[in-house]
Structure formats: structure tokens, C-alpha cells
């Protein structure tokens, strides 16, 4: 069963960074794509990033083109987040999900959910 742990959530101001991290129990991390996504308060969860089981793909939601990137150390079994000029619609709860197949793929196959880690964005 495929645990995940994610980390480095905070409070910022606008226009500061954070680096989110999600942690993957297992042996078979290197194999399957890793998304986030995010829930604000009263709105339902969204697709943020994902990136496919190697790395070499990436793909973002319109909203964080340009400020956020996404990337991963398969020998760490580890993703990252990092997300650069933030803003105050970027406060939410960030969690890391597994895609069930080696490439980014739709939304719909993402599952494994992390607890979340709260990130918040003061103006």
C-alpha cells in the first residue's frame, strides 16, 4: 500500500516562495506519474501539476504556469513543489496524489491522497 507524506507547507506573504514536499512509501514510486492538487476553503479539490514517472513531462494548471514547478527524485522517492510569487488564491490545503500509470494522464487517475499540508498566502 502506497503511503504519502507531504511537508513544507506555511504561512507567506504575496510575492514569497515555498517549497512543498511529498514523501512515498514503497518500491514502486519510479513507476507511476505524481500529481498535486488543492482544496480552498468551501471549494472542491483542483488539479494543480503533475509529472510523469521519469520526469521527462510536466504539466500544469493555467493558474500556477510560470510561478510553480513540479519535480521528483525517484531515487528519494520523493516529489517536490516548488511554488515561486505566490498570491493570496494560492492558500489552500496541497496534497500529493499517485497517477496510476507512467504518464500524467487525466485527473480522474490520480488516488493514494496524502493528509494535505496547508499552505497560506497572506496580501
Known amino acids: 500500500q502506497v503511503q504519502l507524506v507531504e511537508s513544507g507547507g506555511g504561512l507567506v506573504q504575496a510575492g514569497g516562495s515555498l517549497r512543498l514536499s511529498c514523501a512515498a512509501s514503497?518500491?514502486?514510486?519510479?513507476?507511476?506519474?505524481m500529481g498535486w492538487f488543492r482544496q480552498a476553503p468551501g471549494k472542491e479539490r483542483v488539479f494543480v501539476a503533475a509529472i510523469s514517472s521519469s520526469g521527462g513531462s510536466t504539466y500544469y494548471a493555467n493558474s500556477v504556469k510560470g510561478r510553480f514547478t513540479i519535480s521528483r527524485d525517484n531515487a528519494q522517492n520523493t516529489m517536490f513543489l516548488q511554488m515561486n510569487s505566490l498570491k493570496p488564491e494560492d492558500t489552500a490545503v496541497y496534497y500529493c496524489?499517485?497517477?496510476?500509470?507512467?504518464?500524467?494522464?487525466?485527473?480522474?487517475?490520480?488516488?493514494?491522497w496524502g493528509q494535505g499540508t496547508q499552505v497560506t498566502v497572506s496580501s
Open positions: 514503497g518500491r514502486t514510486f519510479g513507476s507511476y506519474a
Open positions: 496524489a499517485r497517477g496510476s500509470r507512467p504518464y500524467i494522464g487525466s485527473p480522474t487517475d490520480y488516488s493514494y
